[in-house]
């Protein structure tokens, strides 16, 4: 899978995710921020807690660890699948 195609792909995770229940498509910056942190990071712990920093960034409010987990390893997923069809 190329890289355009991964990147969509963790766009429409992110876009489902909405962690402020405001609507999809509201979280434009936040997800290239994240889209950004899942190229460099491969670890979930540290993917989670990039991914809770950037939405309490820009909403000051914080969002549950947890659910920062269970994002980031569906994002990770879908990089690792996306390395592996390479």
């Not at 569906?74 to 690792?80: D, E, Q, Y």
Request: aromatic share 8%; hydrophobic share 45%.
């Amino acid at each position: 899978m190329e890289t355009a195609m991964m990147n969509l792909l963790l766009a429409d995770e992110l876009n489902e995710w909405d962690p402020f229940h405001i609507g999809g498509g509201s979280y434009d910056t936040e997800i290239a921020d994240a889209i950004q942190a899942v190229h460099m990071l491969s670890d979930e712990m540290k993917l989670a807690e990039r991914l809770q920093s950037i939405y309490e960034f820009s909403f000051e409010e914080l969002i549950p660890f947890e659910n920062c987990i269970i994002v980031a390893k569906k994002l990770l997923s879908i990089k690792n699948e996306s390395s592996c069809a390479l």
